[in-house]
Structures are given as structure tokens and as C-alpha cells.
């Protein structure tokens, strides 16, 4: 009628027991908790599946699977039940299946790798999507009128936000660096039994938290017992130290299940790992013979190359990028590397370590970054090798340890590009694995690539790989431009590393 007022349409759902204050703490935190999940499964999955963009694509997929999923859901359920009694239950079972986490993944791991990817996908899954599903619960609670749907949904949806934005940086720039993967999930399922229990309380709902509790205990004991454990979690690895088999001070650094370095504490001479003793090879036949050296290197691991010369050329300075604190500190407490050795680390990346060094400051910079078994990207490019030029002198040479299998087309492309950047580029290999021996006996692995402005006596790097018994040859010339074929240059704008490698067993190392 012309004149009469009209009040706003009733929701009747009740909200007794979730005021607003208790209402932005549960999207907060259960928003925030899937940003957890999501990054610390990322640690959980890379000793078995690698540090990987393809790793990296799946974990994330998966998160926003479960993101739209329980949203959808928990929406849909809302309106058919009373959401009071959903939210008790989504915090606590999700807790439980964090909490579980660590134990299952490692074990499965070990034990069933066949179906890991399976089971890692529904330890982010179910505990994604009860969690996402809590900020409908909520929203569908606190909406009494269709005049404030906007104002509430705006800030619910506002709030979970933030709390995704928290946990993220929380996860990364805190607690991954300073608590182990097993213990963040621990403690996160805790948590979330504990918001179960506190919501539960309000609500005089659903009252299962005692035995989710147990279930986080049982994840928690699990944990300790569970295969795939570490001596230390750095920043970026499942970092061990494994004593050499027969006998002596030799010490193998394993960083998430695959050999990085060789280290002999007494011998720093004793070079096992065939690359290792590639590039040994090139430093020995490039330079004179004990002359000290200002070396620049891509990558620490274990330094047994810095270690090596500082010990076969006294007064050699070596400045070492290596990106993860913990394994640099692994190297002073477990692997014996001594302050006076003349190595100098840095924590950093190592693109950002060579923009610092000064324009023909080096004799040597030496590539051995991985992330896995692939090679950061930015530093394979056109514009990074552009920049190792740059901090050679005049007679310095650019040395990299490469890794790629089947039909290496990752290392073709490095080739091509390190041919793009440098007049002199050879390569050092297994006789099948580059291009001078028969295809079919190609089994991939690692790879040595050198690089410089002057011509380096192959003859005499040659002579060194046979005295160290590498059985490895060198391709230059026609044969490695026939070898790299029509391999596309790598540059910043486009560097597709983790496509371009071929699939490879973690039981060949490094």
C-alpha cells in the first residue's frame, strides 16, 4: 500500500552462542590453517615426489580444489542443517587428519609409493575442504536479515582472507624455519581439536573432541616411529648425514633423499662422486697447477669443492651463495668445515650473490644450485650466464654440474645457451650420454658443462679424467653442435627447466 512501511524479510536461523567476535576468530583461523596445510605438504611431499614447479602446481591445485569444494558444500549443507552443529565436527576431523599427516605421507612413502599421490591428495583434500566449508557455517549463522547480507558476507569473506594471508607468511617466513614439518601439523591438528572443543562449548553441539584428541596423540606418536625421518629440517630441506659404509670420516650429505655431497673431513683431496671429480678435473688442466684462485660458487651443499681447493691450492678464496641456512650450518656442526679454511658462505640466492660481485673479480665460478635434481631456472638463462661472464676475468672459466635423463633436453638447452653467452663451450659426460657412443646406452645423470672467453687445453682436462678414472670423454666442436641439435635458448622470459627434464630414479644421486 501507497504509504505503509515495510520491514526487512527474517532469516530464522538462530546465532545463539557465535557472536561476531567468535565468528571472524573461526573463518580467521580456518582459513588460515588450509594456507598451513597447503605449504607445509609442500616439505612433506619433496624428498619423494621433488621441489619441482610440477610439485609445486599439484599441491596448489589440489588446495584450491578443496578451497571451492568445501565452500560449495559447506554452503549447500547450511542451508539444509543447522550449521551450529557442523562446525564442532569440520575443525575437529580436520584436525585429526593434519595431525595424522606426516606419519601416513612418510609411510606411504616408504611402504606404498604407488598410491602416495592418492593419499597426498586427500591429506589436503578433506581437511581443505572441512575447513573451507566453515566460513558458510559461519556466514549462514550470523545473516538474520537480507538488508545486511552484503555488509556480512563482505566481512566474513574479508576476514578469511586475511587469515589465508597469515598463514601463509606465518608458515613461511616463521615456522618452517624454525620448527620441523611434523611438529607445525602436530600442533596445527591441535589446535584445531582445541577450536572443535571451544566451539562445542559455545554451542553445546556435537561432542566428539575427547576422542580427536586421541586420534592427535596417535598422530604425534606415530610421527616419531613413522620411516623418512630427518637429522635436521632446514628452510628448504629433509637434510641427513650419512656415515660412509666402509669406514673413515667420509660423510655423505642427503638433503630430501637424494646425495648432494661427499665430504672426507680428513681428506678433503678424496673426491667420490664421479661429477665432483669432472670438475676437479677442469680446475686442475685450466689453471697452473697450486696457483691460488678467487673461486665464486653457485651452491654450497657440502663445499667439497671449495674444501678441495683450498687444500690443493693454499691461498684460494672461496665466496659460496648458498641459499639455505641450516645446511650451512649442518657444514660447521656435522661435516667439519673450519673457519680458516678460506670459504667464505653466504646465506642467499644465488642470482642475487652474483649481481654483488664486482665486474672481473673472479678466476673461477663454479654451478652446482639444485633444488632436487633440476637446477633453479634463473640461473640456467641467457641473462644469468650473461652475468657470470661478467664477473670473470679475462682467462677465468664458468664450470656446472648439470643432472638430465632420456632425451636431455634440459641439458641441450643449457648447452645452446651457455654456447649463446660464451665462444668456448665443452661438454663432459658419459661417451652415450653426449653424443659419442652408441644412443641406446644413454642412461642420463650427471653432466659437466665449461664455459670461458679463452680456449682451455681439453687435451689435458682429458688426461685428468682418465688419471681419476671418470671414464668420461668431452664433446666440443661439431660434435656438441650436433649433439645440442636445435635446442631453444633459456632466458629469463622463458625457462621451462622442470618440463624439459626427463624423468630420473632418486637412487642415482648426485
Known sequence: MTGSSTSPVVVSTPRDGLGPRAAAILVFGSSAAVLVVEIVALRLLAPYLGLTLETSTMVIGIALTAIAFGSWLGGHIADQVDPRRLIGPSLGVSGAVVALTPAVLRSTAEWAPAVLLVIASLTILVPGALLSAVTPFVTKLRLTSLAETGTVVGRLSGIGTVGAIVGTVLTGFVLVSRLPVSGILLGLGALLVVGSAWVEWR?????GTPALALVVAAGGLAATVAPGGCDVETKYHCARVVADPGGGDGRTLVLDGLRHSYVDVDDPTHLKFEYVRAVASVVDAGFPQGEPLVAHHLGGGGLTLPRYLAATRPGTRSLVSE????????????????????IDVRVEDGR???RRLDTDSRDLVVGDAFGGVSVPWHLTTVEAMADVRRVLDDGGVYVANLIDHGGMDFARAEVATLGETFPHVALL?????????PAAASRGGNLVVLASDRPVDLRAVQRALDARHTGWKIATGEDLTSWTGAAR??????APVDQLLQPYSAQNGR
Open 489 to 494: 635458448l633459456l632466458t629469463d622470459d622463458h
Open 203 to 207: 554451542t553445546r553441539g556435537w561432542t
Open 323 to 342: 641459499i639455505d641456512g641450516g645446511v650451512v650450518r649442518i657444514n660447521h656442526d656435522r661435516l667439519g668445515l673450519r673457519s680458516e679454511a678460506g
Open 429 to 437: 659426460g658419459e661417451p652415450a650420454d653426449i653424443g659419442l657412443g
Open 352 to 354: 642475487l650473490g652474483l
